[in-house]
């Protein structure tokens, strides 16, 4: 069914019974051209992507859980491409750009709100910073706009202005970026992908690889065998874990990060801030409530929860840059598994093996790469070539010296 | 992961004291090893879930490297070694 408000008025008057599933979940067949391991926002997008823009339609995606209970539906939900090197900045805009057209192409309703991301600016060092970062952004044309310190008081007053050691001094504004609604992305996706034949196969864990040489024959899993001519691997936070089925070692660590939300409260915050004397970034939820995280906890963890060391440390920051803040009531605290790669950005690529193909390191900006992650790691395995916005997202360029540095932070995860 | 730990030196400890490095199961490549050991001690990593060894530093106590005993998969801290007993033992 294609969605529309004269869907819904129909629906209304047949009392709301019309409606049905928009996936199926079928049992897994004995064979599949493309196998997708991991069902998250970026398999799903994959799925979708193969099936819609590559002419890839007997794909199956496998899931563990159910669709949506992973990251995907655990994030501080941001979308933004204000990065600064070359191998990244055309990357997200990309993904930025399918955000912008993502609700009509898949005919869902994923709640894109295009309000703003504030980088906020503190010292003459990070106004330069910015400055730069403003100006790599629109000579790759992407928005980018210096707000001074009058203009970050005048849009956003609820900060504190008084600080004598942190002030203010202006701030970095990408006024494209903002929020999804992160469960409706993998709904979406999900709706999309299956409306090309694509099989969600949920509960269904990935149990091993049956490899004859240098070529995938096909997966175990937890519903049996599963024969595949290429093999996705896409399980972000468990990657390595699947990798290894395979045979193969990945430059990446599991990291814990934590999310927190508050009670509901009035329209406060119609933007994204982060803070920039302090790792805090908060945006305010359709529903009310202030959603807001940092740092991740800085030790290699698949347990997700975290320490409350950094649960204080994200409170400090937070009650430093909106001093209201001390006097709302958090509701929820969560943590999620990351893949942090070694130097901060993500890996779509072939692997030494023939059909294997792998997504992974998304350490903690996963979220706003899905579209283009889908796209680009579609094109990978659709054509054998990677995508023209996606060369520099290669697995060897750790050994071959190639590294895309974005933090410029160092060598191992928890320094980024 | 547990709040406190049992540094040998300084006892039951508050963890935000410990800096953490990273694997201490990663043997360091002699410096005149070949390119692959490097980019393999450097880059590579077993990241299992399950009982794992780590190097962690006393930051905010007596400074000591050690070598803690953990469980990435649920978080229990098993052991706590000095560094040099630890490596001595093996």
């Not at chain 1, 899931?63 to 090197?85: A, D, F, P």
């Not at chain 1, 992908?193 to 690889?209: E, F, K, L, P, R």
């Not at chain 1, 990060?257 to 790792?279: C, N, R």
């Not at chain 1, 001093?323 to 070694?342: E, F, N, Q, T």
Request: glycine share 12%; with cysteine; aromatic share 10%.
């Amino acid at each position: 069914m294609r969605y529309s408000a004269f869907q819904i008025f129909k629906n209304a008057l047949g009392g709301n019974t019309g409606w049905k599933p928009v996936w199926r979940e079928p049992e897994p067949k004995p064979k599949y051209d493309v196998v997708i391991a991991g069902g998250g926002g970026h398999g799903l997008a994959t799925a979708y992507y193969l099936a819609h823009e590559f002419g890839v339609r007997n794909i199956c995606v496998l899931e563990k859980s159910y669709i949506g209970s992973g990251n995907v539906g655990r994030n501080t939900t941001i979308i933004r491409s204000n990065y600064l090197l070359e191998g990244n900045t055309p990357f997200y805009e990309l993904s930025l750009k399918l955000w912008e057209g993502l609700e009509q192409d898949f005919n869902f309703n994923a709640m894109v709100s295009q309000r703003g991301v504030v980088n906020l600016v503190h010292t003459d060092g990070q106004r330069d910073a910015a400055r730069r970062r403003g100006n790599a952004m629109r000579m790759h044309g992407v928005d980018a706009e210096y707000l001074d310190a009058q203009a970050v008081r005048d849009m956003l007053p609820f900060l504190d202005y008084r600080n004598a050691r942190f002030p203010i001094k202006g701030g970095l504004i990408q006024r494209r970026g903002g929020t999804v609604r992160h469960d409706a992305v993998a709904w979406g996706f999900a709706r999309g992908a299956d409306s090309y034949g694509v099989d969600i196969i949920q509960n269904c864990a990935m149990t091993g690889v049956r490899r004859d040489g240098n070529r995938i024959v096909g997966v175990e899993t937890s519903k049996g065998f599963i024969e595949c001519g290429k093999l996705a691997l896409c399980a972000a936070g468990h990657s390595s874990h699947v990798a290894e089925m395979a045979g193969l070692k990945l430059p990446i660590e599991s990291h814990v990060l934590q999310a927190f939300v508050s009670e509901g409260l009035k329209p406060f915050i119609d933007t994204v801030v982060t803070y920039g004397a302090g790792h805090f970034y908060i945006s305010q939820s359709d529903k009310g409530g202030l959603v807001f995280g940092g740092d991740i906890d800085g030790y290699n963890s698949y347990a997700r929860r975290g320490n409350l060391a950094t649960v204080e440390h994200v409170m400090e920051a937070g009650v430093a840059m909106i001093p209201a803040l001390s006097r709302i009531k958090v509701l929820r605290s969560w943590g999620g598994i990351m893949d942090m790669s070694m130097d901060g950005t993500p890996i779509i690529d072939k692997t030494p093996l023939d059909n294997l193909y792998v997504n992974a390191g998304w350490c903690y900006g996963g979220f706003k790469a899905t579209p283009a992650s889908g796209w680009c790691y579609a094109h990978l395995i659709a054509k054998d070539a990677p995508h023209p916005v996606a060369t520099r997202l290669r697995l060897d360029r750790f050994r071959r010296g190639y590294l895309v540095d974005e933090r410029g932070a160092g060598a191992q995860p928890n320094l980024h | 992961m547990a709040s406190l730990i049992q540094c040998p030196h300084c006892g039951a400890r508050p963890k935000e004291e410990f800096s953490i490095k990273g694997s201490a199961e990663a043997e360091r490549p002699a410096p005149d090893a070949a390119e692959d050991a490097w980019f393999e001690y450097v880059y590579q990593r077993d990241n299992p879930i399950g009982r794992i060894e780590e190097y962690w530093q006393h930051t905010s106590g007596c400074r000591r490297w050690l070598v803690v005993e953990r469980d990435s998969g649920v978080h229990t801290v098993y052991r706590v070694l000095d560094a040099t007993a630890a490596r001595s033992s093996e």
